[in-house]
């Protein structure tokens, strides 16, 4: 009887699965591979808080979002918004908007990157050499609003407020949505709405095996065996699961690598000769990380014994898109790519 309760919940799991991609529309986001790319998140979001862009909306959707952020004393006077700004220190923030009374509101958007060292302590000391305290306002942004990391905050203390796309971005969109009557933007705006929930498991494949999971106590119970069972493993550990993590590591690096003639060396996943070893993925332990071979730096560590690592996600389920974001990540930090 357990055994057959168990397959029954497995065939409804691929039954919605099935049902949702028979059902799933066509998203321009989607297709064009934004999903991850914190730069591309901040250019959409940027682009319909700035009141000057071509959406026409004027500050309409700018004053929603300080809404739904529950900021009310920020003046809407002249107001300009830049992605990518240069701050002392050559760092970028994602996005700022400043007005003409001298406030600035500084946004970190983390869709996956980890936090760096002393990077919002350094973004606020930035704002605070010409302006007051009470006019910098930070804002930090996550799938589901996690804290930053006390190396961001580098030992310090000030106000920053935390806000998540799944509370917040998707809650704004949605309210973007209602007040506007331009067909074709309205659906650019769901479009992105979709995106979101995807990247944040709030899509309508979750929501319908969350559904039938409240339903059913049993299958809410095995539901949690399967996490528990995945919980703390070292998947390195499975010679089919690393065997697999190697090809979509290698297939994603040759998709950038061909292009600037680097070629691997007799081992493989050594990504080399361009006049120098270019960097190398290296599997130790729970870990597999990249490495430079110049100054032997590690880079995007995927940590194989956590199943909320995103990147270890898109290994295990074989997402090819995930895997390669990763590698074009190394590649952007080491500067062959930009």
């Known amino acids: 009887m357990e055994e057959y309760e168990q397959q029954h919940f497995f065939d409804k799991i691929q039954e919605i699965n099935e049902d949702c991609k028979e059902k799933e529309l066509f998203n321009a986001f989607l297709t064009i591979g934004v999903t991850s790319q914190e730069v591309m998140h901040?250019?959409?979001?940027?682009?319909?808080?700035?009141?000057?862009?071509?959406?026409?909306?004027?500050?309409k959707f700018l004053k929603l979002f300080l809404k739904q952020i529950c900021i009310d004393d920020f003046q809407l006077s002249n107001v300009k918004v830049k992605c990518e700004k240069c701050a002392d220190n050559r760092r970028r923030m994602d996005i700022?908007?400043?007005?003409n009374c001298n406030q600035i509101i500084i946004i970190e958007n983390k869709v996956r990157a980890g936090d760096?060292?002393?990077?919002?302590?350094?973004?606020?000391?930035?704002?605070?050499?010409?302006?007051?305290?009470?006019?910098?306002?930070?804002?930090?942004?996550?799938?589901?609003?996690?804290?930053?990391?006390?190396?961001?905050?580098?030992?310090?203390?000030?106000?920053?407020?935390?806000?998540?796309?799944?509370?917040?971005?998707?809650?704004?969109?949605?309210?973007?949505?209602?007040?506007?009557s331009n067909e074709r933007l309205r659906l650019s705006l769901k479009m992105y709405e979709e995106l979101i929930r995807n990247i944040i498991n709030r899509n309508k494949y979750m929501t319908e095996i969350l559904e039938t999971l409240i339903k059913s106590p049993k299958k809410m119970e095995l539901a949690?065996?399967?996490?528990?069972?995945?919980?703390?493993?070292?998947?390195?550990?499975?010679?089919?699961?690393?065997?697999?993590?190697?090809?979509?590591?290698?297939n994603a690096a040759?998709?950038?690598?061909?292009?600037?003639?680097?070629?691997?060396?007799?081992?493989?996943?050594?990504?080399?000769?361009y006049e120098e070893t270019v960097f190398t993925v290296c599997f130790d332990g729970a870990h597999i990380y990249a490495k430079r071979k110049?100054?032997?730096?590690q880079l995007f560590e995927i940590a194989c014994n956590d199943i909320n690592?995103?990147?270890?996600?898109?290994?295990?389920?074989?997402?090819?898109?995930?895997?390669q974001q990763w590698v074009e990540q190394i590649l952007k930090h080491i500067g062959i790519i930009k």
């Open 42 to 59: 901040s250019k959409f979001i940027g682009m319909l808080l700035d009141t000057n862009a071509e959406h026409k909306q004027k500050d």
């Open 96 to 99: 700022t908007l400043e007005n």
């Open 116 to 180: 760096q060292d002393r990077q919002l302590i350094d973004y606020y000391g930035y704002a605070l050499k010409e302006k007051k305290k009470e006019d910098v306002f930070m804002i930090y942004l996550t799938p589901y609003g996690q804290a930053p990391s006390a190396k961001s905050l580098g030992g310090e203390v000030f106000d920053i407020k935390c806000i998540s796309y799944e509370k917040d971005i998707i809650a704004w969109i949605e309210k973007c949505i209602v007040e506007i």
């Open 224 to 250: 949690f065996d399967v996490i528990n069972s995945l919980k703390g493993r070292n998947f390195l550990e499975f010679p089919e699961l690393r065997n697999s993590f190697i090809a979509q590591i290698d």
């Open 254 to 273: 040759w998709g950038f690598l061909e292009t600037f003639n680097i070629y691997p060396d007799e081992e493989g996943l050594v990504f080399a000769q």
């Open 294 to 297: 110049d100054i032997n730096e």
């Open 309 to 323: 690592n995103t990147d270890l996600i898109f290994l295990l389920t074989q997402n090819e898109e995930g895997v």
